[in-house]
């Protein structure tokens, strides 16, 4: 509870204060300072000057003490002062005073020089709180005599120090408690009337030069000074200058009459001290003062959202006060405004939307026409330095003026269909975003990646959500951040929405045509204005009647759309020279021609950024046919038949930045004409697309890329289109045969995919009649009951046998024989009768037999395509083996040529092929394998053993040994899968134990151990005496005498390269036995 008895008071703190008038010591005045904790402040109020009173003595004494002596007795003084209002002129003069000597640097005449001293940081905090609580509990008669022309040197020194202290201080707190100080000794948030607040602007006057400039350093200073400092330097640079130039302010100032006492009493030095505000005075510094405005304008783009929002409220505030005295600066602070209005914060954003709204609705219109004229001005003179400003490193600045330029765009409106009209202003804007928009085509990845596929049948994406790892990424040579890249965009299209879409869209053309420099540019912004005209993605903070707008003009846009797509698509464009491979003779032009060979003459870098231009440029037609999709919505559906055809053949480009655009952009039409995904497109208008590649077909030559929509259509359809291609794939098998030499890889691709995606249709069938065929075949062996094997019958079987090698029985088996006659009679004639194929069985069967031709061609690409499409027809014939064992037997002797081919990539993927081929087949190739397959494959091992035994770690990387990887991992498979059993078991298993040895490479002994591990599933026994012929532990003795010790060429227990990974083996061995 408060102490509020003032006597008890008294003599509670007077012993204190006499003790500390005589001792001037920090333990006194921590004494003091706990004796005023729980006393009214009416109490302190009354003792106020008594309690005061020491203090002063103390620091009016010539002796000097410790700073922290100091740092107590003005917090001692600022609590005694927070705690109470001064009254007394001549109690705060000499507090004021003796608060601004303590950390004044003294001059020679022992005098403050405006400079803070070298003190400690605690000490100046503590004397700048004192200072402000002095100020702000002061009364208003104190006040109105600080603010008289007789105290103006001593308000000079404290704003000099403060200023200082602002300025040339370290720390952070020190100097925001500096400028708060001088806010708060500016008067500027005091609730005074007009004729006050003109006696403290008259004053302030004086010490305007040196704050705003002062201010003005510290707010364009190094931002490591922190966002604190900044914004309060801001508010302060803001307050103060809205005090001293604020026009009604101003005028009462002017028309007041000065008073002309007090001028004896009155140095004239004082005097001179005195600022007038007339018409003069103020001309010049608001010119002065622009300067200012305009370095401070720079840091708009500050990284911290509070420095840009106090500069927002800064702009706003001077708009609204200082319109006639700054109108110099009314340029610069719309530029702060305008630049804002796009922030990255909403609360930034919409606070300078607010104020602008406010100052346009009362500054813009007909009647403000000069207004206007410097918003065009203002935006001609940014487009001209644009180029320079893009150009430049700071990634900041380009992102600042872009913000700019929508805004000024954004702002000026319907005024811009006016301003475009100027050619002067539509060159100089058209040519700087030209320029800003130059594309970076050094990137050897635009031309490298390659096209994967999506997948089948992919439901629709829309591009918002497509993952980036699909979207084609533009590297622009003059900035790297995206942020600019969306600013652009939305610049463009800003001028599409409020521009004359017609005269830019022209204009554009004709930049497209004038030169190919310009062209991707121009076919990028001429993509966005279309959005623009629209409304699509139009980001405007003052229009939101998008879609009325585009309503009035769609008309307009059709016609415009219409043009474009002709434009686009017309082949001397879309039909670009993409890669060293291209077929110059597909849709060939004289251009394409010309093109093809001045790419063909330049050097290795010029070819590589031709190739990328174009890329590029074939990606942004296909951008903007989606963009017109996206504008039109339904009216799209007219232009379907027009582009679905190029789309899908884009789709289909082995570059991967074409055939992810293409599919972007077929998202865009999905999504506006209604289609649930791709494939529901391509089947709607399978019959235009089947008709248009017929017709293509038909003149080939011409239209070399046609068959990569069929291509695409089955990679995307279902079977139900199957009825449909049918003739197609009858030409394209029939174009095959006459272009065997020159076009196979192009006809044979499109082959295989017919064949995967017959084999992902009839999927579950296949798997269906593999496992039927399993079953038949179990269901045919005499030994097995039920998948298992009957012993019973075995033994019998054995016997009989048995006694027909004697000559006995012989009658039995001759009858035996007949009845197995019979049967197969009967099969034979069920064979005649079969049914006819299935449709994609027969197509299947086309292919396959087409592929025994191709399997020798001297195009090793063209043979490894081939044997990918034989795997995928043997799984795809799998159900069907009366067709399929037939098309094996046919390709069987060219297939086998290829396990000794030169090149090592076709025997490994000739490997792969029997694999698979093994497995649909089985027992029909067992005999084939062993007999023309397996010696080869063995050979190769048993020879690169010795070669790949103690190699280095580069011949991991060799194709030899992934030849040896691949040949040994799959060779247990095959075994397996064919039943080998026997003396051929015993050539594999030969073999593959060479690679035990510790000397091979670790991946090809863990092949080995693993294929190993196979064949010992098959036929142990044999596998555990090849095992022990490299090691084994101990010698084995018979208990029986009978039977002789068991030799193998290894010693017992002595260990050799082999003993780890055979020891591995043979506790398997011992496990399964």
């Given at each position: 509870m408060a102490m509020c008895n003032r006597q008890m008071v008294f003599d509670k703190v007077r012993p204190l204060c006499v003790q500390l008038s005589k001792d001037h010591s920090r333990k006194n005045i921590v004494a003091v300072t706990k004796a005023l904790e729980g006393i009214d402040r009416g109490c302190i109020q009354d003792l106020q000057e008594y309690l005061l009173f020491p203090l002063r003595i103390i620091l009016k004494q010539p002796t000097k003490y410790s700073e922290d002596f100091y740092t107590d007795l003005f917090t001692l003084m600022e609590r005694i002062l927070g705690c109470t209002r001064v009254w007394n002129w001549e109690l705060f003069t000499d507090l004021f005073t003796l608060s601004c000597v303590i950390i004044s640097s003294p001059t020679e005449h022992g005098r403050g020089d405006g400079k803070a001293t070298a003190k400690s940081e605690d000490l100046k905090a503590a004397v700048v709180q004192n200072i402000k609580t002095l100020v702000s509990k002061s009364d208003y008669s104190v006040i109105q005599r600080l603010f008289s022309i007789q105290s103006l040197p001593v308000l000079g020194l404290a704003v000099s120090i403060l200023l200082d202290l602002a300025d040339t201080e370290k720390c952070r707190s020190l100097k925001v408690s500096a400028i708060k100080c001088l806010t708060e000794l500016s008067q500027v948030d005091g609730k005074y009337c007009n004729k006050v607040r003109v006696m403290l602007g008259d004053t302030f006057a004086s010490f305007l030069p040196g704050i705003t400039i002062t201010l003005c350093k510290i707010i364009t200073g190094d931002q490591r000074q922190g966002h604190s400092v900044v914004a309060t330097?801001?508010?302060?640079?803001?307050?103060?200058?809205?005090?001293?130039?604020?026009?009604?302010?101003?005028?009462?100032?002017?028309?007041?009459?000065?008073?002309?006492?007090?001028?004896?009493?009155?140095?004239?030095?004082?005097?001179?001290?005195?600022?007038?505000?007339?018409?003069?005075?103020?001309?010049?510094?608001?010119?002065?003062?622009?300067?200012?405005?305009?370095?401070?304008?720079?840091?708009?783009?500050?990284?911290?959202?509070?420095?840009?929002?106090?500069?927002?409220?800064?702009?706003?505030?001077?708009?609204?006060?200082?319109?006639?005295?700054?109108?110099?600066?009314?340029?610069?602070?719309?530029?702060?405004?305008?630049?804002?209005?796009?922030?990255?914060?909403?609360?930034?954003?919409?606070?300078?939307?607010?104020?602008?709204?406010?100052?346009?609705?009362?500054?813009?219109?007909?009647?403000?026409?000069?207004?206007?004229?410097?918003?065009?001005?203002?935006?001609?003179?940014?487009?001209?330095?644009?180029?320079?400003?893009?150009?430049?490193?700071?990634?900041?600045?380009?992102?600042?003026?872009?913000?700019?330029?929508?805004?000024?765009?954004?702002?000026?409106?319907?005024?811009?269909?006016?301003?475009?009209?100027?050619?002067?202003?539509?060159?100089?804007?058209?040519?700087?975003?030209?320029?800003?928009?130059?594309?970076?085509?050094?990137?050897?990845?635009?031309?490298?990646?390659?096209t994967r596929w999506i997948g089948h049948d992919a439901d629709f994406i829309s591009p918002v959500h497509v993952p980036d790892v699909i979207k084609p990424r533009k590297n622009f040579k003059h900035f790297h951040d995206r942020k600019i890249e969306k600013e652009l965009k939305n610049i463009c299209r800003l001028l599409g929405y409020y521009g004359s879409i017609s005269l830019l869209v022209d204009h554009f053309l004709d930049l497209f045509h004038d030169s190919i420099l310009h062209k991707m540019q121009a076919t990028m912004i001429i993509n966005e204005l279309m959005m623009g005209a629209a409304g699509v993605g139009v980001n405007s903070y003052q229009e939101n009647d998008f879609e009325e707008r585009k309503e009035s003009n769609i008309g307009e846009l059709e016609s415009i759309i219409e043009m474009l797509i002709d434009e686009y698509l017309s082949p001397s464009n879309l039909y670009l020279v993409t890669s060293p491979q291209h077929n110059h003779s597909v849709r060939s032009t004289p251009e394409n021609r010309l093109m093809a060979l001045e790419i063909v003459t330049q050097e290795t870098g010029e070819k590589l950024t031709s190739f990328n231009r174009n890329i590029l440029q074939i990606c942004l037609y296909l951008e903007g046919i989606g963009s017109f999709a996206t504008v039109l919505k339904d009216r799209y559906i007219p232009y379907l038949m027009k582009t679905i055809y190029p789309l899908l053949e884009k789709l289909g480009d082995e570059t991967a930045y074409i055939s992810s655009t293409a599919y972007l952009s077929l998202c865009d039409i999905c999504h506006v004409c209604q289609y649930k995904s791709i494939g529901e497109l391509v089947q709607r208008n399978a019959d235009y697309l089947v008709n248009a590649i017929s017709l293509r077909l038909r003149h080939f030559y011409e239209n070399k890329k046609s068959p990569l929509v069929l291509k695409v259509m089955l990679q995307y359809s279902s079977c139900d289109i199957l009825p449909l291609i049918d003739d197609t794939v009858q030409e394209i098998l029939e174009s095959l045969d006459d272009n065997y030499e020159q076009e196979a890889f192009l006809f044979l691709s499109v082959l295989y995919e017919l064949v995967k995606a017959v084999n992902r249709w009839y999927k579950d069938s296949a798997k269906k009649g593999s496992k039927d065929s399993e079953d038949k075949q179990l269901s045919h062996n005499p030994y097995r009951i039920d998948g298992n094997l009957d012993v019973v019958s075995y033994i019998k079987e054995y016997l009989h046998l048995k006694k027909v090698s004697e000559g006995e029985d012989i009658e039995n088996t001759q009858d035996d024989a007949s009845l197995e006659e019979n049967a197969q009679d009967a099969d034979e004639m069920q064979t005649d009768q079969k049914k006819e194929p299935p449709l994609h069985v027969k197509a299947v069967k086309e292919i396959m037999l087409r592929s025994k031709h191709l399997l020798s061609s001297r195009n090793p690409n063209i043979r490894l395509l081939t044997l990918d499409t034989i795997a995928i027809s043997c799984q795809a014939l799998q159900s069907h083996q009366d067709e399929l064992l037939p098309l094996v037997h046919e390709i069987w002797m060219p297939f086998t040529a290829r396990f000794v081919d030169q090149e090592k990539h076709v025997t490994k993927k000739a490997v792969e092929t029997l694999v698979v081929m093994a497995d649909t087949s089985r027992d029909f190739i067992c005999r084939r394998c062993t007999k023309d397959v397996f010696p080869k494959?063995?050979?190769?091992?048993?020879?690169?053993?010795?070669?790949?035994?103690?190699?280095?770690?580069?011949?991991?990387?060799?194709?030899?040994?992934?030849?040896?990887?691949?040949?040994?991992?799959?060779?247990?498979?095959?075994?397996?899968?064919?039943?080998?059993?026997?003396?051929?078991?015993?050539?594999?298993?030969?073999?593959?134990?060479?690679?035990?040895?510790?000397?091979?490479?670790?991946?090809?002994?863990?092949?080995?151990?693993?294929?190993?591990?196979?064949?010992?599933?098959?036929?142990?026994?044999?596998?555990?005496?090849?095992?022990?012929?490299?090691?084994?532990?101990?010698?084995?003795?018979?208990?029986?005498?009978?039977?002789?010790?068991?030799?193998?060429?290894?010693?017992?227990?002595?260990?050799?390269?082999?003993?780890?990974?055979?020891?591995?083996?043979?506790?398997?061995?011992?496990?399964?036995?």
């Amino acid at each position: 509870m408060a102490m509020c008895n003032r006597q008890m008071v008294f003599d509670k703190v007077r012993p204190l204060c006499v003790q500390l008038s005589k001792d001037h010591s920090r333990k006194n005045i921590v004494a003091v300072t706990k004796a005023l904790e729980g006393i009214d402040r009416g109490c302190i109020q009354d003792l106020q000057e008594y309690l005061l009173f020491p203090l002063r003595i103390i620091l009016k004494q010539p002796t000097k003490y410790s700073e922290d002596f100091y740092t107590d007795l003005f917090t001692l003084m600022e609590r005694i002062l927070g705690c109470t209002r001064v009254w007394n002129w001549e109690l705060f003069t000499d507090l004021f005073t003796l608060s601004c000597v303590i950390i004044s640097s003294p001059t020679e005449h022992g005098r403050g020089d405006g400079k803070a001293t070298a003190k400690s940081e605690d000490l100046k905090a503590a004397v700048v709180q004192n200072i402000k609580t002095l100020v702000s509990k002061s009364d208003y008669s104190v006040i109105q005599r600080l603010f008289s022309i007789q105290s103006l040197p001593v308000l000079g020194l404290a704003v000099s120090i403060l200023l200082d202290l602002a300025d040339t201080e370290k720390c952070r707190s020190l100097k925001v408690s500096a400028i708060k100080c001088l806010t708060e000794l500016s008067q500027v948030d005091g609730k005074y009337c007009n004729k006050v607040r003109v006696m403290l602007g008259d004053t302030f006057a004086s010490f305007l030069p040196g704050i705003t400039i002062t201010l003005c350093k510290i707010i364009t200073g190094d931002q490591r000074q922190g966002h604190s400092v900044v914004a309060t330097a801001i508010y302060a640079w803001t307050k103060i200058v809205g005090l001293t130039m604020d026009d009604i302010l101003i005028e009462e100032s002017q028309s007041r009459v000065q008073p002309s006492v007090l001028s004896g009493s009155v140095d004239d030095r004082i005097k001179n001290l005195a600022i007038k505000r007339d018409s003069t005075w103020v001309e010049m510094t608001g010119k002065k003062l622009n300067v200012l405005v305009k370095q401070i304008c720079k840091i708009r783009g500050h990284s911290n959202w509070k420095v840009r929002m106090a500069l927002a409220e800064s702009a706003g505030s001077l708009l609204q006060g200082c319109t006639r005295s700054l109108h110099a600066s009314i340029p610069d602070f719309m530029e702060i405004l305008v630049g804002l209005i796009s922030d990255e914060y909403p609360n930034v954003a919409n606070k300078s939307r607010k104020i602008l709204n406010i100052f346009t609705h009362t500054h813009l219109g007909p009647e403000c026409r000069p207004l206007v004229e410097m918003l065009e001005e203002n935006l001609h003179n940014l487009s001209m330095s644009l180029p320079r400003i893009i150009r430049s490193v700071d990634e900041d600045k380009k992102m600042s003026a872009l913000s700019l330029m929508s805004g000024y765009i954004d702002l000026l409106g319907s005024d811009m269909k006016h301003l475009l009209m100027s050619s002067s202003h539509l060159k100089r804007l058209s040519m700087s975003l030209i320029q800003v928009f130059e594309l970076d085509t050094t990137d050897i990845k635009i031309i490298e990646e390659r096209t994967r596929w999506i997948g089948h049948d992919a439901d629709f994406i829309s591009p918002v959500h497509v993952p980036d790892v699909i979207k084609p990424r533009k590297n622009f040579k003059h900035f790297h951040d995206r942020k600019i890249e969306k600013e652009l965009k939305n610049i463009c299209r800003l001028l599409g929405y409020y521009g004359s879409i017609s005269l830019l869209v022209d204009h554009f053309l004709d930049l497209f045509h004038d030169s190919i420099l310009h062209k991707m540019q121009a076919t990028m912004i001429i993509n966005e204005l279309m959005m623009g005209a629209a409304g699509v993605g139009v980001n405007s903070y003052q229009e939101n009647d998008f879609e009325e707008r585009k309503e009035s003009n769609i008309g307009e846009l059709e016609s415009i759309i219409e043009m474009l797509i002709d434009e686009y698509l017309s082949p001397s464009n879309l039909y670009l020279v993409t890669s060293p491979q291209h077929n110059h003779s597909v849709r060939s032009t004289p251009e394409n021609r010309l093109m093809a060979l001045e790419i063909v003459t330049q050097e290795t870098g010029e070819k590589l950024t031709s190739f990328n231009r174009n890329i590029l440029q074939i990606c942004l037609y296909l951008e903007g046919i989606g963009s017109f999709a996206t504008v039109l919505k339904d009216r799209y559906i007219p232009y379907l038949m027009k582009t679905i055809y190029p789309l899908l053949e884009k789709l289909g480009d082995e570059t991967a930045y074409i055939s992810s655009t293409a599919y972007l952009s077929l998202c865009d039409i999905c999504h506006v004409c209604q289609y649930k995904s791709i494939g529901e497109l391509v089947q709607r208008n399978a019959d235009y697309l089947v008709n248009a590649i017929s017709l293509r077909l038909r003149h080939f030559y011409e239209n070399k890329k046609s068959p990569l929509v069929l291509k695409v259509m089955l990679q995307y359809s279902s079977c139900d289109i199957l009825p449909l291609i049918d003739d197609t794939v009858q030409e394209i098998l029939e174009s095959l045969d006459d272009n065997y030499e020159q076009e196979a890889f192009l006809f044979l691709s499109v082959l295989y995919e017919l064949v995967k995606a017959v084999n992902r249709w009839y999927k579950d069938s296949a798997k269906k009649g593999s496992k039927d065929s399993e079953d038949k075949q179990l269901s045919h062996n005499p030994y097995r009951i039920d998948g298992n094997l009957d012993v019973v019958s075995y033994i019998k079987e054995y016997l009989h046998l048995k006694k027909v090698s004697e000559g006995e029985d012989i009658e039995n088996t001759q009858d035996d024989a007949s009845l197995e006659e019979n049967a197969q009679d009967a099969d034979e004639m069920q064979t005649d009768q079969k049914k006819e194929p299935p449709l994609h069985v027969k197509a299947v069967k086309e292919i396959m037999l087409r592929s025994k031709h191709l399997l020798s061609s001297r195009n090793p690409n063209i043979r490894l395509l081939t044997l990918d499409t034989i795997a995928i027809s043997c799984q795809a014939l799998q159900s069907h083996q009366d067709e399929l064992l037939p098309l094996v037997h046919e390709i069987w002797m060219p297939f086998t040529a290829r396990f000794v081919d030169q090149e090592k990539h076709v025997t490994k993927k000739a490997v792969e092929t029997l694999v698979v081929m093994a497995d649909t087949s089985r027992d029909f190739i067992c005999r084939r394998c062993t007999k023309d397959v397996f010696p080869k494959l063995l050979s190769f091992l048993e020879k690169q053993a010795e070669i790949s035994k103690g190699s280095s770690k580069a011949y991991l990387y060799t194709v030899n040994f992934k030849l040896q990887q691949c040949v040994l991992s799959q060779i247990g498979n095959l075994c397996n899968q064919l039943g080998v059993l026997g003396n051929n078991l015993d050539l594999v298993s030969s073999v593959c134990v060479l690679y035990l040895s510790a000397r091979q490479p670790n991946a090809l002994q863990k092949i080995a151990t693993e294929t190993c591990t196979v064949l010992i599933s098959l036929d142990p026994d044999p596998m555990w005496l090849k095992l022990c012929d490299l090691y084994h532990p101990k010698e084995f003795l018979s208990y029986v005498p009978l039977f002789k010790p068991v030799k193998f060429k290894s010693t017992p227990g002595t260990r050799n390269e082999f003993t780890d990974n055979v020891v591995k083996l043979l506790k398997l061995l011992e496990m399964g036995s």
